[in-house]
């Protein structure tokens, strides 16, 4: 079997213990003021303007609340043929995040619980599964 | 100490024009934007070498586009600079204007915005992303449509009668890219964008000019400007986002903190204002801004929209110029249209859409970032 590859590896991870990929992790990134966010960068802090050693990375759990979705009817980008739909989760580590919701999911509506895998959109050249974060509804 | 506008001498709007906002076309953006020029000089009765100071405000013309248009008005010497602030860069333009003669560096400047409908070319933070090439503007206002939506339960009709009012306002605006009444079935018929968005309920992107020249006390008496028709700038308030608790929408938090301070500043309530310009590029956003700058609580903003009372002619005319979803929204000139619609108002000048005795108008746009600017006229 071919291993996997993820599409975006500087933002999540898969978890351990998890060969199918049912599980990731984001990286986030923590201040030392407290200020949680998402994803890692080490330019400064948003909230107090630290930068350097008080930012750490900070994994952050997939789970979350939606807070709203929106199926996209039209869109220029020939690499991302419409509908598409966007959904706008609060993390229950703090960070709201926007990504896709995966094809296979239920419609989704506003505080319902869901949760980020990975799911193969894709092969790589040399034949990899190419794997990248969608969210559905939770189990 | 620092001091705000409105304790600086007080400058005053003196002349407006425009080139109609319309679709992309073949006309080069320097006779967009003398037509505009030209005709706020006309309106101010005042000659090209009367103006100090030119602000051009323009996000998708690329570098240096300024000089090429101003110099066939007669090339006085005189400074100019490019304003770029996204969807804002007209307000911005007019918010330097306004301090450069409130200053007291010069009697007479114009603030004037030009564009083309271009690429938006934005570069590279170096910081990676899940989605946000798959989230367009209209896709973050879909969001947003479907959280207003949920939490104040407002159906999609609801959120599409601010389309049917600013296409209303639109067909009375020669200005207006979009001269076209629209029932609400028309509105939430048309091609479906995003979300429950329609192509009715987005601006339409487009092409054109405004421009605006400001003008001190001293300038006004030198030139023989009529001062009746001039019309104060009693506030004027920039701001960008901060980082605000989880779940806020920055949106409509950053638009309520600069009109808070606008309003402060002009020592006014959100009730005394007779017609506000607002950015509605997305049909919620007005109802969002609405409630951000006070008109009421959060959440019911849709009653007074049925109630008419955003209606020219009621409480307060909300985007009397069609907005940006009927005036449209050629970026630069945006933000300059508001103020030479609110001044129309206040000279009671604005013909069939002129909203009767209005005394106080407030304009408001923001730009992606984010940022926001807010600014008071009072007769």
Known sequence: MQPNKLLKPDLYFEGSNDREGATVRLKGGRCRCGYVFFPMQSYGCERCGSHGNALTLCELSANGTLLAEATVHLHADKNRPAPFTIVKVALDDGPVIRTLLADDSAPVAPGQRVTGRLAPVGQSESGETVLDLRFSIAS | ?379
Request: hydrophobic content about 40%; some cysteine; glycine content about 12%.
């Open chain 2, 1 to 379: 100490m620092t001091r705000s506008l409105n304790e600086l001498r007080p400058v005053y709007v003196v002349g407006i024009g425009w080139h109609r906002y319309q679709n992309p076309s073949e006309t080069p953006y320097v006779e967009l934007g003398l037509t505009a020029i030209r005709s706020a000089l006309a309106d101010a009765r005042i000659e090209w070498p009367a103006v100090e100071s030119s602000y051009v405000a323009t996000a998708l013309l690329g570098m240096a586009s300024g000089r090429p248009m101003l110099r066939h008005l007669g090339a006085t010497g005189a400074p100019l600079m490019h304003v770029e602030n996204a969807s804002a860069s007209g307000s911005t333009a007019f918010r330097h204007a306004c301090i450069e003669v409130a200053s007291g560096i010069s009697d007479v400047a114009l603030a004037v915005g030009v564009d083309k409908r271009n690429p938006v070319r934005r570069s590279d933070t170096g910081i990676g992303h899940l989605a946000e090439d798959a989230i367009v503007p209209f896709t973050h206002f879909a969001l947003l449509t479907n959280e207003y939506a949920v939490r104040h339960n407002a159906t999609a009709e609801d959120i599409a009668l601010v389309a049917v009012k600013n296409h209303r306002n639109g067909a009375k605006n020669p200005n207006a890219q979009r001269q076209q009444e629209r029932t609400l079935d028309e509105v939430l018929g048309g091609k479906r964008v995003s979300g429950s968005l329609t192509a009715l309920q987005c601006t339409p992107i487009g092409e054109g000019a405004a421009a605006v020249i400001v003008a001190s006390e001293d300038g006004i008496r030198r030139l023989g400007i009529d001062a009746g028709r001039a019309i104060r700038t009693t506030a004027s308030v920039g701001r960008s986002e901060r980082v605000y608790p989880p779940g806020t929408g920055f949106d409509a938090a950053l638009t309520k903190e600069t009109a808070d301070l606008a309003l402060a500043q002009a020592k006014l309530a959100p009730k005394d204002l007779d017609i506000i310009e607002l950015h509605d590029a997305f049909t919620v956003e007005e109802l969002h801004y609405i409630e951000s700058i006070g008109l009421c609580p959060e959440g019911h903003g849709v009653r007074m929209l049925k109630d008419g009372a955003l209606d020219i002619g009621g409480q307060c005319a909300i985007n009397p110029s069609g907005g940006l979803i009927a005036m449209g929204h050629p970026i630069g000139p945006t933000g300059i249209g508001q103020i030479g619609e609110i001044v129309m108002q206040l000279r009671g000048e604005a013909g069939p859409r002129q909203h009767g005795g209005a005394r106080t108008g407030l304009a408001h746009m923001v730009g992606v970032g984010a940022v926001c600017y807010v600014h008071i006229l009072q007769k």
